[in-house]
């Protein structure tokens, strides 16, 4: 008896006379080894959100230290053209709005089975194309930029990385997202 509550020992109790019964965790649908359905759900989230985190960190870093109007120091080919930072711009808002559209559809529809993973993946692909192709511009210009021996070289280079980075997770998260559609 300690402090008012009685302990049982169940050291010396056989397994089947046991009080409680032994805890069990439930499978994951997969291949038995581990993965399943809730591991492909964490990298699907953790996708998601190291997007909308370098969307924001691209819309910061071009908003603080690449676009002083008139000024883009993102453009190589003409600094007083703001048509770069505007692009990277647009390339991150639509990140953003995209996964906040992409997390309600999913709050509000867990119970609908795939159709959150189908349109998801929908969206994903339209991303793919959209970062892919904004990673190429923002690179082109960048470099042009880099070879002009333009300021705030750092920072281009940043938003160039990140750009790229966004279209790697659109595919990885794309393909997670595939996967547990295939799966269900």
């Not at 997969?30 to 990298?43: E, H, R």
């Not at 998601?48 to 603080?64: H, K, M, N, P, Y």
Request: glycine share 8%.
């Amino acid at each position: 008896n300690t402090k008012g509550f009685t302990l049982l020992d169940t050291t010396r109790l056989p397994l089947q006379e046991h009080p409680l019964p032994a805890p069990t965790l439930p499978m994951a649908k997969g291949s038995g080894k581990g993965q399943g359905g809730k591991a492909l759900g964490i990298i699907a989230l953790i996708c998601t959100l190291a997007e909308f985190g370098f969307s924001v960190a691209i819309t910061i870093i071009v908003r603080d230290d690449l676009a002083r109007d008139p000024l883009c120091l993102l453009e190589g080919f003409s600094i007083t053209n703001m048509s770069v930072c505007n692009y990277a711009y647009a390339l991150a808002a639509l990140s953003i709005w995209i996964a906040f559209c992409v997390a309600l559809l999913k709050l509000f529809t867990s119970c609908c089975c795939k159709v959150p993973h189908v349109v998801e993946i929908i969206f994903g692909v339209f991303m793919i194309c959209w970062w892919f192709a904004g990673a190429v511009v923002l690179s082109y210009y960048g470099a042009e930029a880099n070879s002009q021996n333009f300021p705030e070289e750092k920072a281009r280079n940043m938003v160039i990385g990140f750009s790229w980075a966004v279209f790697v997770l659109f595919c990885i998260g794309t393909v997670v997202e595939m996967k547990v559609v295939a799966e269900d």
